[in-house]
């Protein structure tokens, strides 16, 4: 059956055909807000914003059975026993006691999410602190900071949350000593999160972040997509063994460790540092491999005594110089750029699995290097503009609203959608 029709007349005298009152017109579809990553040259047009020297506030370290320790007992020290200038001849075979290795639960540490830097954070919250908290909102602030934890856990950080959020007082003296209103800060995250975003305008590699805001400060817990998720799970054991060269190659390089035990894989020593990019200030936690003793000061503001430690295949052809200095090198160089860590100490290895030599690189001379692959004024420019682009978006000061940014694998853009 046909609707009624009315015909009406408007002021200026146009006719208009109108349905009748009860039909509802169609609504637009809201279309999520994207924020561009490519074409990547539109991010080097101007000389990039400082990076503020990154300030080391504090560190903590995880055990083998990845619990959380206020302390430094996983700090690792390398010595860099050769000249830096030239390449150490070496033999280490990273197959050694690979049946003996204990490695991550993938299911279980998936789940930490930033679980273990919001519990440093209330560890040190005097830190964060811009003014003594009035005494009469102590009471108040207090039954806040609980909340602190727990609602971002509930929302970001899974099932780790509860245990997370029960500190014992006997273990946390600051505990009962005042709360703090904000941490003063515009983003807390991990760094891997941050190198991440940087290298985004030249990989083509997907990425989830999860956002919410809390006390003005927003959190940003990369998670990994069903994909990834499955991709792991369905790892070969060939696969799982060169993920363990890694670590391997860790243990031959540490002071005092016995390569020929095997590799305890959940220990890590964390470190947390401050800094400032343009308009935007940031915390973030971040994994060290370990300290030159020789260089090692304590106590001390800045990680330059701090080394990198990677593995890479053998160089023999130029096309294996180019994925060497296209990828590697980016990788590697946003990672000790954004902690301050000067150098990286590389264990070329053959297809087998042994380490033939050692070589250091100057994080420093790195770009310069690589000057035809990739720009520093780039990927900072686009670190800058993507975590503004992020505070845009993220404006609700709600630990119970999170948002999703998405970049599909691929895409030349980031897709923000707020889950509610």
């Known amino acids: 059956m046909e609707q009624p029709q009315v015909d009406v007349m408007s002021e200026k005298g146009n006719k208009h055909l109108l349905a009748d009152e009860s039909t509802e017109k169609p609504t637009k579809k809201r279309v999520p807000p994207t924020f561009p990553i490519l074409p990547n040259n539109r991010f080097g047009t101007t000389t990039a914003p400082t990076l503020r020297h990154p300030l080391f506030i504090g560190d903590f370290t995880l055990d083998e059975n990845r619990k959380f320790h206020h302390d430094k007992r996983s700090l690792s020290f390398i010595s860099i026993d050769w000249d830096q200038a030239q390449t150490k001849k070496v033999e280490f075979d990273l197959n050694l006691s690979m049946d003996k290795v204990h490695r991550r639960n993938y299911k279980e540490q998936k789940t930490e999410k930033l679980d273990r830097l919001l519990m ?3 560890l040190n919250r005097y830190k964060f602190a811009v003014s ?3 005494p009469n909102q102590l009471q108040q602030q207090n039954s806040g900071d609980s909340s602190f934890q727990s609602n971002k856990s509930s929302n970001i950080n899974s099932s780790h949350s509860s245990r997370s959020a029960s500190i014992d007082a006997q273990q946390n003296p600051l505990l009962n000593t005042g709360a ?5 800060t515009d983003f807390v995250c991990y760094r891997g999160l941050l190198r991440e975003i940087m290298c985004s305008p030249y990989q083509r590699e997907g990425w989830i972040i999860l956002a919410t805001k809390f006390q003005r400060t927003i959190y940003l817990c990369a998670v990994d997509s069903v994909e990834k998720e499955l991709e792991k799970e369905k790892e070969t054991a060939d696969q799982k063994k060169m993920c363990s060269w890694g670590y391997k190659f860790e243990q031959f390089m540490t002071d005092g ?12 020593y964390c470190v947390v540092l401050r800094t400032r990019l343009s308009s935007h200030s940031l915390v973030y936690g971040a ?6 003793p020789s260089r090692y000061n304590p106590p001390h503001a800045h990680l330059t005594p701090f080394v990198e430690l990677k593995t890479a295949k053998e160089i023999h ?3 294996e110089r180019h994925i060497l200095h296209k990828f590697k090198f980016q990788k590697w160089w946003c990672q000790s750029f954004l902690v301050g860590i000067p150098r990286v100490v590389c264990g070329f290895r053959d297809e087998a699995g042994v ?7 100057a994080v420093s001379t790195m770009p310069n290097q690589c000057q035809d692959y990739w720009s520093t004024d780039v990927m900072i420019n686009f670190l800058d503009q993507f975590l503004s682009w992020v505070k845009a978006q ?6 119970n609203l999170v948002y999703q940014l998405t970049r599909p694998p691929g895409s030349p853009d980031v897709q923000c959608q707020c889950l509610g």
Do not use: H, Y
Request: avoid cysteine; charged fraction near 30%.
């Open 120 to 122: 440093w954070i209330l």
């Open 132 to 134: 003594p908290a009035p």
């Open 180 to 184: 703090i209103t904000s941490l003063s």
């Open 257 to 268: 460790a016995d390569p020929t035990q095997g590799n305890d894989e959940n220990k890590e």
């Open 287 to 292: 994994e060290v491999d370990g300290a030159d």
């Open 317 to 319: 052809t130029d096309r």
């Open 355 to 361: 380490v033939q030599s050692l070589q250091t690189f």
């Open 394 to 399: 993220v404006v609700e000061d709600d630990p």
